[in-house]
């Protein structure tokens, strides 16, 4: 990632400017917008996914243009007797189309990802940049000037749930809505749900990952109505917890989605859904979400979906039954090691990827001109893991957390992979995680495998005490015996043969969330944000010098009594022979 920053001579309007270049976009910064340079690859991913996303609804409005118009006449026949061919116009960055997409980014900041969207997504109508500062607004109308698209962006100075409640008129709605807000998005996803047009796309961005991750159950029930559960697999818990609250929000209005990509990256999640319109696809809903139970003692996991949805007869399988599942799925106390559960959720079980979309997308980065993104090398990385996780499969285990409950060495994450292949079950990695393993397996497999393990590496025989996961799971014997050896064709997938980057290390010393309003590049950080950097750290240390400078001091203070002291007595023992002069005549 290179985001470059040049020194401009300050204007009346916009003291201490400088300019923010990225791509071939110019921002200028002045005052206190926020910018954060680390999300350049959810400003490319989102271009890229955007392109992807309108030829797609090109193809899909001249499908429906050519039903209609073949409903009107069984066939059309030209002068030569042959059928008409549809023709898919082509489109160019940069350019007003009146049969364009019209974009609504609700938070706006400098206007950059605005700017970006102008230049470089092909088939655009109208962007509309909103913000609620005044300061922002105008920093969006310099940017747009500056960087010559006034004829695609309009800038909007309003609070973004009145500006979208106001757009939900049919000739008002947006084709694509931009929520990228400092923390939760829930506030704003009720207006954005009803704001879009009928199989729109929803780009959504949330950066409480602390809350998302099971810091915080209580308020993460609060915002997403839904209760997480410490996990390994966190990150992937809180795509799925985004997923069900906007299911949630899109149901009360007759609407229902259906997701296209969810990635966790850095210190966010981003998804990127269609939301549809129709009230009796709306009731598969229900069997979307799932409760879920997490053992206290072994931390196994089991899913229990809200709803069921059978065929009503093998003659009618289009004909649908809706039903309740019966439960819990697990007992009292859990199968493997006898300890009780937690329970969370619900969450979003269904798939968080369309591979087909995926796979279009893919190739899309890799041609020209998105390949010429910044963070192109980390897309086709991280696009090339989601290709290959499993779709059916919620949620993941790490082996070093199962070996970790046992007391086990680690087994080595291709062994581990390639036992489970030679089983005949299917494992991926996930993208959220570089030490994950999803796989179809059950957790009594996982269980079973890893005592297999311990007879080539042992437990010590003082660990094995009575009641404790590990002693009630090594205590039964192994079912069947696992190939470790041999390495499984499959077991090493091509995105890690072929090196990719999967997986990003942290880009920048403060590559967090930053604060609001700040522009976060060179010099113009907030003190605030390097004041709590290793803030306990430096507390302490503080502590620790202000104790010793004490103990200095009263050190000092009592050396100095020490010397007055001496000082005393040396002047008493110099006085007394002169007193014993004086009286010795008179003696």
């Given at each position: 990632m290179e985001v470059e920053e040049v020194q401009q001579e300050p204007s009346p309007t916009n003291p201490n400017a400088n300019i923010i270049t990225e791509r071939n976009a110019n921002i200028i910064s002045g005052g206190n917008v926020f910018y954060?340079?680390?999300?350049?690859?959810?400003?490319?991913?989102?271009?890229?996914?955007?392109?992807?996303?309108?030829?797609?609804?090109?193809?899909?409005?001249?499908?429906?243009?050519?039903?209609?118009?073949?409903?009107?006449?069984?066939?059309?026949?030209?002068?030569?007797?042959?059928?008409?061919?549809?023709?898919?116009?082509?489109?160019?960055?940069?350019?007003?189309?009146?049969?364009?997409?019209?974009?609504?980014?609700?938070?706006?900041?400098t206007g950059l990802r605005s700017i970006r969207y102008a230049q470089e997504i092909a088939g655009v109508r109208q962007i509309v940049a909103n913000d609620l500062s005044k300061q922002a607004v105008e920093s969006i109308k310099t940017n747009v000037q500056h960087n010559g698209v006034e004829h695609l962006i309009e800038t909007s100075h309003a609070d973004a749930m009145t500006l979208m409640y106001l757009s939900t008129a049919p000739q008002q709605r947006f084709d694509a809505v931009d929520l990228d807000p400092y923390g939760c998005p829930n506030r704003f996803l009720d207006g954005a749900l009803q704001c879009i047009v009928d199989g729109g796309l929803l780009l959504v961005t949330a950066t409480d990952m602390a809350v998302l991750a099971g810091?915080?159950?209580?308020?993460?029930?609060?915002?997403?109505?839904?209760?997480?559960?410490?996990m390994k697999c966190c990150h992937e818990m809180a795509l799925r917890i985004l997923l069900h609250c906007i299911e949630t929000h899109a149901n009360r209005h007759g609407k229902y989605i259906e997701p296209l990509l969810s990635i966790s990256a850095d210190f966010y999640v981003r998804i990127f859904v269609r939301v549809y319109s129709s009230q009796a696809?709306?009731?598969?809903?229900?069997?979307?979400?799932?409760?879920?139970?997490?053992?206290?003692?072994?931390?196994?996991?089991?899913?229990?979906?809200?709803?069921?949805?059978?065929?009503k007869s093998a003659e009618q399988p289009q004909v649908v039954k809706f039903g309740i599942p019966t439960g819990p799925a697990v007992n009292s106390q859990c199968e493997h090691c006898n300890h009780r559960h937690h329970l969370g959720g619900p969450i979003w079980s269904a798939p968080i990827h369309n591979m087909e979309f995926v796979e279009d997308l893919l190739q899309s980065v890799q041609a020209t001109p998105l390949s010429e993104l910044g963070t192109h090398r980390r897309i086709v990385g991280v696009l090339s893991m989601v290709r290959e996780?499993?779709?059916?499969?919620?949620?993941?285990?790490?082996?070093?957390?199962?070996?970790?409950?046992?007391?086990?060495?680690?087994?080595?994450?291709?062994?581990?992979?390639?036992?489970?292949?030679?089983?005949?079950?299917?494992?991926?990695?996930?993208?959220?995680?570089?030490?994950?393993?999803?796989?179809?397996?059950?957790?009594?497999?996982?269980?079973d495998l890893l005592r297999c393990w311990s007879k080539r590496h042992p437990v010590r025989e003082d660990r094995l005490i009575p009641g404790t996961a590990l002693q009630a799971i090594l205590s039964q014997p192994c079912q069947r015996d696992y190939e470790f050896d041999e390495l499984h064709p499959l077991a090493n997938p091509s995105s890690r043969k072929q090196a990719l980057s999967r997986f990003q290390e942290n880009p920048a010393p403060h590559w967090g969330p930053g604060t609001r309003a700040t522009i976060m590049?060179?010099?113009n950080k907030l003190p605030k944000s390097y004041r709590n950097q290793n803030k306990k750290q430096r507390h302490k240390a503080a502590q620790q010098t202000t104790k010793k400078e004490e103990d200095e001091t009263r050190v000092e203070r009592e050396q100095d009594q020490e010397q007055e002291v001496q000082d005393q007595c040396q002047e008493d023992e110099e006085q007394q022979p002169a007193k014993q002069l004086k009286l010795s005549p008179t003696t």
């Open positions: 954060n340079p680390v999300q350049e690859f959810n400003r490319d991913l989102s271009i890229a996914v955007l392109n992807v996303y309108f030829q797609r609804l090109v193809k899909e409005r001249a499908e429906k243009a050519k039903k209609q118009q073949l409903r009107k006449q069984k066939q059309q026949v030209d002068d030569n007797g042959q059928q008409e061919t549809t023709v898919t116009p082509s489109y160019t960055a940069g350019t007003k189309y009146e049969d364009g997409m019209r974009i609504l980014e609700a938070l706006a900041a810091n915080a159950p209580e308020s993460c029930y609060v915002k997403y109505g839904s209760v997480p559960l410490r696809l709306c009731k598969y809903s229900m069997s979307k979400q799932s409760w879920l139970f997490q053992c206290t003692g072994c931390e196994a996991f089991t899913l229990q979906p809200l709803g069921t949805v059978r065929s996780e499993l779709p059916d499969v919620p949620l993941y285990y790490t082996p070093d957390k199962l070996c970790c409950v046992l007391k086990l060495e680690i087994v080595p994450m291709l062994k581990m992979r390639s036992a489970l292949l030679h089983a005949g079950y299917r494992v991926s990695y996930s993208h959220a995680n570089k030490n994950s393993l999803k796989t179809d397996a059950p957790a009594s497999v996982l269980w590049i060179g010099d």
